[in-house]
């Protein structure tokens, strides 16, 4: 056994007892309910949000630097939960237009969402001082596209559980289906296949998101 | 920290009585946020509310802390599946949790909040506990055969200062979450007052109704937020 499967075996023996957690859960046919049909529709909407918060927040940590991840401003947009979010937008949303859609929801979603990872990505940056700052702009331009494109992958396997979590808040007070609803229904029904399937799902991001070999844990 | 400490002191105040035939008054001099339906003067309301949220907040984020330090001294092995552990947000698993049990209590929500935040909080944790560990200090004190009791009695403040630095984040997690479930109608029912119970309350008429309670809940949520970002550093 390698260094690097030895290191990971605890984790993937906890994500072993969760996929058997899952499958031993007492089904949901006893409880007479039938597990929700998977909200295809949802999935666009949910890529495409995904998709521009993987652009735009390496864009901007990259235009900030590191020096973001102190700046006041930015901790006072992060600093709102979810549900703050969500109910702001309730309240605000105009009834003529009729209940909040898709649309909304992905407002609300990068408002709660984009401040914290901007924020997450300058603090994982390295500092600028004195160097690649000495050498001038393009060097510094260049450490910071080099940085976050090393960070890129592992930082959306990592994050992706938390934006999960921020559409299910925002998804149950808007009243629309989506991911994490789907993710939601189906503990809550105890959906043994679709339970496991999202079981697995979290644990290759967790794999994903592990340091690879000859890296610090 | 004392001040958030303090509210602790909220969860043991009485509920406010109900008088179902002032219910629904406007803002007046004698009740500046008016009544809720059931006659409570709403800022009377607000500020229990809001005190009991930040005092079970402080109790989560203590218990969560304490399971933390357990975790962070004793978990040293387990590296990888506390990591695991840690890759998903408390609210993630326990917002369906709650659905499937028909709602959290008090209790439940304590415990389930502490045991899935203990797991964030130990890297901070570990790394104090190591510097602590490798220190002369330490060494000087198994060389000279120091018993449990003693050791607590010289290391105790210096643990409470790292416990200290670390309760905001505690907190604001505990905070959070309870406020969320509450929400969401999945946390305490209506005998435990807290600012989720009012924004599930006041949400649904916020929008076509001014209703005063409702935007100081949001008000009082928005301005805990603020307090709580980390300042310019």
């Given at each position: 056994m390698d260094a690097v499967t030895k290191r990971l075996a605890p984790g993937l023996l906890v994500w072993a007892f969760g996929l058997a957690l899952a499958w031993g859960l007492p089904g949901s046919v006893w409880k007479g309910a039938t597990p929700p049909p998977f909200p295809w529709a949802a999935l666009f909407p949910a890529a495409l949000a995904?998709?521009?918060?993987?652009?735009?927040?390496?864009?901007?940590?990259w235009a900030g630097g590191p020096g973001?991840?102190?700046r006041r401003p930015l901790a006072l947009l992060e600093a709102p939960p979810d549900l703050l979010w969500a109910c702001l937008l309730l309240t605000l949303w105009p009834a003529a237009w009729g209940p909040p859609g898709t649309l909304a929801w992905l407002l609300a979603f990068l408002l709660?969402?984009?401040?914290?990872?901007?924020?997450?990505?300058?603090?994982?940056?390295?500092?600028?001082?004195p160097f690649p700052q000495a050498w001038g702009q393009e060097a510094v331009s260049r450490v910071r596209r080099t940085v976050l494109l090393r960070l890129w992958g592992r930082w959306l396997a990592a994050r992706f559980p938390i934006w999960l979590t921020a559409t299910l808040v925002l998804e149950r007070v808007l009243g629309l289906p989506g991911l994490g609803t789907d993710w939601f229904t189906r503990v809550a029904?105890?959906?043994?296949?679709?339970?496991?399937?999202?079981?697995?799902?979290?644990?290759?991001?967790?794999?994903l998101a592990q340091p690879g070999k000859g890296e610090e844990p | 920290?004392?001040?958030?400490?303090?509210?602790?002191?909220?969860?043991?105040?009485?509920?406010?009585?109900l008088d179902p035939f002032r219910g629904g008054l406007g803002v007046m001099l004698r009740h500046p946020l008016g009544t809720d339906d059931l006659g409570r003067d709403a800022l009377l309301r607000l500020l229990l509310g809001s005190a009991r949220s930040l005092g079970f907040a402080s109790a989560c984020a203590l218990l969560a802390l304490a399971l933390g330090l357990l975790l962070a001294?004793?978990?040293?092995?387990?590296?990888?599946?506390?990591?695991?552990?840690?890759?998903?947000?408390?609210?993630?698993?326990?917002?369906?949790?709650?659905?499937?049990?028909?709602?959290l209590g008090l209790l439940a929500t304590w415990v389930l909040l502490g045991l899935l935040a203990a797991p964030h909080l130990e890297p901070a944790l570990r790394t104090r506990i190591e510097t602590f560990r490798?220190?002369?200090?330490?060494?000087?004190?198994?060389?000279?055969?120091?018993?449990?009791?003693?050791i607590l009695r010289r290391w105790a403040p210096w643990g409470w200062q790292q416990v200290a630095a670390l309760f905001p984040s505690a907190w604001l997690t505990a905070l959070w979450g309870e406020a969320t479930l509450s929400a969401l109608g999945l946390g305490p029912g209506p005998g435990q007052d807290s600012l989720g119970r009012l924004l599930a309350e006041e949400l649904p008429r916020l929008g076509s109704d001014p209703s005063p309670l409702g935007w100081a809940a949001l008000a009082a949520v928005?301005?805990?937020?603020?307090?709580?970002?980390?300042?310019?550093?």
């Open positions: 995904a998709g521009t918060l993987a652009l735009a927040a390496p864009l901007l940590a973001l991840a102190s709660a969402a984009l401040p914290g990872e901007v924020r997450w990505l300058s603090q994982a940056m390295p500092s600028e001082y029904l105890r959906d043994r296949p679709g339970l496991a399937l999202w079981v697995g799902v979290l644990a290759l991001l967790w794999l | 920290m004392r001040w958030r400490l303090a509210f602790l002191g909220a969860l043991l105040l009485p509920n406010l009585g001294w004793q978990g040293r092995r387990w590296h990888s599946a506390l990591s695991a552990l840690r890759s998903l947000p408390p609210l993630l698993f326990l917002l369906p949790l709650a659905a499937a049990a028909g709602g490798q220190s002369p200090a330490w060494a000087a004190e198994r060389c000279l055969g120091a018993t449990w009791p003693s928005l301005l805990l937020a603020w307090t709580s970002a980390p300042g310019k550093t």
